[in-house]
């Protein structure tokens, strides 16, 4: 049964004097070449340019702060409840009077890791996250030597209370009003 | 030979023996950047503007790479190799006429090293030596793929040589000469030879690039079946010059290639600018490497557009139709020079 009208029947046949010259064929070839010579380069220079990713892209984790630069998160545990690798651990503890400044509710993660050897980047937890603490962001979770490297800890994943170097997850958001 | 003489000869020595390894130097850069356009990428740009000191870098690389020379090879041999490479590749270029003369306080000097009365068989001669680098280079590693190499490098560049001498016997009959100098002459303007000699210079050029070992006739080198072929076992500098010289031989083949077929320093209407002699020469000398520059090119394109050789391929091409080929053309010309000739005679009459 034919599929396809792709497929091309081979033929052996004889080549002709003109096509055992080959020049005809070189000259063809030497055509193509310089019409690549002055098409479009698909190259980026990378580091300068960066291709822009898809609002939908899921890379490295920001654990999100409040406008007043207190942490979301309240250690409920719904995170690592929804994720399918099981990546995510933490503890919890109870907000210490004085803390206020830094915790926006009485409970908060005292560790929050996530194995990112494990995670699949699937977006559950951010689904997850009844609190918008947890959110996947457009950057790059970096390759390592060593596994220990990978477990990345509240060091690497809050966001800073710096309201200039905050994480901007509006992309983020909007694809989930999208979906 | 006067002082003044002397001193414009070591001069222009030395300036061509430079400019050659610069523009060896800068067709590493060229060969990548063409590839690059080629293939749709833009090629080195990192090392300054354009990646213009990417030659530098990969020279600094080479010096600065551990020389390592195989146990067992023959040490002396080893390093006699890519020595005679580069010593061949340079000494060619000096019976190449890079222009015609200046005039300076009413004396003339000619834009040559040397006018050898022979400047075409001393290019062969040379070129022919430089076999003995690769066979040599290839024979010391004491290594299978780099003697395969080294087996099939001499076996092309003998079968090859024929055919270009032969290509070459016709257009002497043309011109008479062979001096390199006195063909340049005999085309002035633009009645190049390559109009005259069509069959021949074809020939030409496609012995020219298995001479260099250009693809498509890189069978010494083919990295598909020989690993890095003669040079398989060559570290560092030694690798340099190697590859090095196979740069410079594609700039003096391009150079002898537009001499003999295209007019070397001259071009249409040269006479009728009204310029100086002078002006005139240096205008030949920069039209003269426009036209190298172009044959580089040429080369590099055919690089990048058609696929190498089988071995059995290249040995047929060379002996079953090129030799042939070249021996029809030297029938055809003998048959028009005769024709010409029994016409100028009984117009004599």
Redesign the interface.
Known sequence: MQLTNRSKIVSNKEMSFVEKLYFPA?VG??M???R??F?????M?YPEVQKEYTPVYRGHHVLKRDEEGRENCTACGLCALACPAEAITMTASERLPGEEKLYREEKYASVYEINMLRCIFCGLCEEACPKEAIFLTDKIVYAGYQRDGFIYGKDKLVEPVDPDKRVDISGRIQAHRKS | METADLLFKAIFVVAIFAVSLVIAMYSTYAERK?AA??????GP?RAGPFGLLQPLADGVKMFMKEEIIPAQADKNLFILGPALAMLTACMTGVVIPWGDSLIINGREFLLQVTDVNIGILYVFGVVSIGVYGIMIGGWASNNKFSLLGALRASAQMISYELAMGLSIVALVMMSGTLSVREIVESQPGAHWNVLVQPLGFLIFIICAFAETNRTPFDLPECETELVGGYHTEYSSMKLGFYLFSEYINMFISSAIIVSLYFGGYNFPFINSLGLSHNVVALLGVAIFFAKIFFFIFFFM??R???PRFRYDQLMRVGWNVLLPLAMLNIVLTAVYLLWKHDLWTLSLN
Not at chain 1, 39 to 43: A, E, V
Not at chain 2, 37 to 42: E, H, N, T, V
Request: no cysteine; aromatic share 14%; proline share 0%.
């Open positions: 070189i070839g030497l193509i070449t310089m690549h010579f098409r479009k380069k698909t190259t220079n | 063409v356009f080629l293939q749709d990428r833009i740009n394109w055919i990048w557009t058609i």
